[in-house]
């Protein structure tokens, strides 16, 4: 498989960079805040939660947690006992290993891993060939085929919303294409309980499992719950959380703290809201079922506030960023960040906020960093252009990450000599027998001269990364499947959409 | 001055964000070897140098070097001494304080000080109005107004190099238009005895000192040197390494260490190589005069084993950057790296490579990072757009190395409460209280959403980075300085242009 997609890939991707399949990340994570700072802001959520508590408006979850003694208001407000949310925090476990359909590429989530997990969430597409448009189902697929093609993405996402497919039935498209198309850890959609129930149930053949209680022993997909910021959960998260939590699959808490709109303009405000806010969300999944898989999702930002725009990739984002990261190991979660950018287009702009923030999320000790190939206009849109330039960033990340090895061989000494004073090392021994795979071979990025880039037409990096896509979609190869684990999924696909599909709750 | 200059900018660049002119990082270095590595390394340099030594072709740093115990052969290879090399590392200072003309522009460089320097060296100037051709002194002077225009940027540098000057008087004209466009540190070019000998005297002129030992007090200036990599260091190099360390001026010492073309091609052999270079040029300014200021430079790239050019902005140089932060931490003086990219364009490649380095620099705890603002083609051109763009960047960092400030008031527990569930902030006491200044504001990335943007021409970030630097060179602002110092600079440099100038020696 991986040899076969080697050979065939547009750019001769090496093989044996077999590390990318699984990152480690060798650095101390970078502090923004001191431990007392870090502490403050954790007790004053705590005790905010015991004072003035968070709104529920799903009647089962306000049931969950006031049979834990919260207590519940009449606005539907729920106040939590400080040792409730520690006990939460307490069984709220700090590594998970979540099962994909191919072995090889199940995700550890936590300690020194990192997982990078391509956009999700945007309604429009864009890309050189086709415009900005809005998404479709075979949109989704094409980004679902880049996912599978490119060996540093550690899982699947939602990339762009299939928005030509009826919402009772897009789920079902969604979640057959994810496990036709690729072998990585499927995402799932939070959208109420019928739907996550499909989901689950297209997971659970694609497994072979049959056994609800055996499918729940272990994350075999992963889902991403955004609150109502500021301080409410809404009916359909509330009950994602529920059920992700009963069903043993990891569901990522993300409140979304913009400062300056729904969270107080101050960067410490915007934490101790989205702390505040986590904090309730873990408390609910380990209320239902303690040990259930949680991370602490961060994407606290910014407003514009010469427009009120929403802004990515802000210094702001970047220190809220580090911030999350550890408030999250504060609490003992991983923590899921994001690599984002504000920028309408592939440009200098787009590259300079996703490499920062995206460094920001990775030097902060991120666990999962959504969003980290594909993202455009603030979440907006997924460019087919940006995922492939991201896909760059990424492998020069999983390179960043491998060490650099110091012994006598390495060191060259003799080779130093060899070559002597004014000399060069072109045709030094040491070179070529290592000069093939000694450094990062580039996927779309160019290393030649200003007259051969003028000679070759002077393509901007947009322009060659919109060949790269189409090149990687016509050499895709899908993942090997049993033929009749395919056709179960899509009998059982076939049949729910019969029945009506789940429209919304 | 930098009222005025706030109320003129294009873009109304906030004049309270002075913290830019002094630059403190708070983070702890990334770290990308163990101590024993580093340690193992620089054991390494120091006995290579006395077992296989470096070839000096300067006779009298032969002479300077043998005066202390070197021994020197027929091939003009010096081999020192241990004991030689630990103790010039002993004397060289590790905090420098270089007084610019205008005090307020002084630079610390050491400790967690950080000084962005803008690019210095390429033959080119691009830019969208003129294209991309051959640097002239009024393309150098655009360069120098800029640097003076944006507070973020510490020190001058050469910018494009005035290829219309002819070589003897060069130096003079670009170190007269350096001291009247800017009141920043000046930079030297260290290329040859006279040359150095004339940008002293104007400098000397400029600070009103007429004294040599009361000059020589304190660093006026600041000049790179590059090693004929692998193990040379030529006349001129040499000559500047004495001739700086006498007269007490800062002289940063870089071995152009391309890993596969001037180095060995494994990245730990790079290093070791650039360790022995820099320790041999250290050596010499320290037996010139013990204390003399110094800078441990770092430029390990690679080169592109596909075509053999050098490559930039590579992951090889971000580790590369990080491990020479160590080794140069480990010899205790300051260390200088780069922001770099081999991008042909300010296209998504550049803001990619240019971030990534740039941050490897800084997160590595880089004290000097050159090319911070304006290199493109790995060092060829320097772009008027990619100045500007990079000055992003630099305030970007800038605000990013701010704290969080976690205090009651900032944490605005009350706001959240007045707000309440599920509103927003965007009309709460403590929003409209800070609005104005709480983030950063952009001088060139784009807050606009798509549609906003298609309304104003999709102007890709260096389309609209070409007017900003335009308008910023039309509300360009020269430093005050007296009307006789400035008739003093020019009767000088009149002087020894009728003279001949500074022909090559």
């Not at 306000?62 to 939460?88: H, K, M, N, W």
């Not at 090149?471 to 959409?497: C, G, H, K, N, Q």
Request: overall charge negative.
């Amino acid at each position: 498989m991986t040899r076969r997609r080697a050979r065939t890939d547009a750019k001769g991707q090496a093989s044996e960079r077999s590390y990318r399949r699984r990152l480690t990340n060798p650095f101390e994570p970078l502090r923004v805040l001191s431990d007392d700072e870090v502490a403050y802001i954790h007790t004053s959520a705590v005790r905010y939660l015991a004072d003035e508590g968070i709104r529920v408006l799903f009647d089962e979850a306000r049931d969950i947690y006031s049979g834990a003694g919260a207590s519940v208001d009449d606005d539907l407000i729920v106040r939590l006992d400080p040792d409730t949310v520690l006990a939460a925090i307490d069984t709220a476990p700090s590594l998970l290993e979540l099962h994909a359909p191919n072995p090889e590429r199940n995700v550890v989530v936590g300690g020194n891993h990192v997982a990078l997990v391509p956009v999700g969430g945007p309604p429009f597409i864009s890309d050189l060939v086709g415009g900005r448009r809005a998404g479709t189902l075979a949109d989704q697929q094409d980004f679902l085929r880049l996912t599978q093609t490119y060996d540093v993405l550690a899982a699947t996402a939602p990339s762009v919303e299939p928005g030509d497919v009826p919402l009772a039935v897009r789920h079902l498209e969604s979640g057959l294409s994810t496990l036709m198309l690729t072998d990585k850890l499927p995402f799932v959609y939070a959208r109420g309980r019928q739907r996550v129930r499909d989901n689950i149930d297209l997971i659970k053949i694609r497994h072979g499992i049959v056994d609800d209680a055996e499918f729940a022993s272990v994350s075999r997909c992963w889902a991403n719950i955004n609150t109502n910021t500021p301080r409410q959960l809404d009916v359909p998260m509330s009950m994602a959380i529920i059920d992700f939590a009963r069903m043993g699959q990891v569901c990522i808490m993300t409140p979304f703290t913009l400062a300056g709109a729904m969270a107080p303009v101050t960067l410490a405000g915007a934490l101790v809201l989205q702390h505040i806010e986590v904090l309730a969300a873990i408390t609910l999944a380990q209320l239902v079922r303690p040990g259930a898989p949680v991370m602490y999702g961060a994407f606290t930002s910014n407003v514009d506030m010469r427009s009120g725009s929403p802004a990515f990739g802000t210094p702001e984002a970047m220190k809220g960023a580090l911030a999350s990261g550890q408030l999250a190991r504060h609490v003992g979660v991983p923590w899921r960040s994001s690599g984002s950018s504000t920028s309408n287009t592939v440009d200098a702009q787009a590259g300079y906020e996703t490499m920062a923030n995206t460094y920001a999320a990775l030097l902060g000790g991120a666990s999962w960093i959504l969003h980290a190939a594909g993202w455009q206009e603030g979440g907006l849109t997924a460019s087919l252009e940006k995922f492939v330039v991201d896909v760059e960033m990424c492998q020069i990340i999983a390179d960043l990450l491998q060490p650099i090895v110091v012994d006598d061989v390495e060191l060259a000494l003799d080779a130093i000599t060899e070559v002597g004073p004014g000399g060069h090392f072109f045709g030094a021994t040491h070179t070529l027998e290592r000069y093939e795979t000694a450094f990062y071979e580039p996927l779309v990025f160019e290393r030649t001269n200003y007259e051969q880039w003028a000679e070759h037409g002077m393509r901007r990096t947009d322009e060659r990364a919109a060949a790269t896509w189409q090149s990687a979609l016509d050499s895709y190869v899908p993942p090997p499947i049993d033929d009749t684990v395919a056709e179960a999924m899509r009998a059982f696909v076939d049949r729910r959409t019969a029945e009506g599909g789940a429209p919304p709750d």
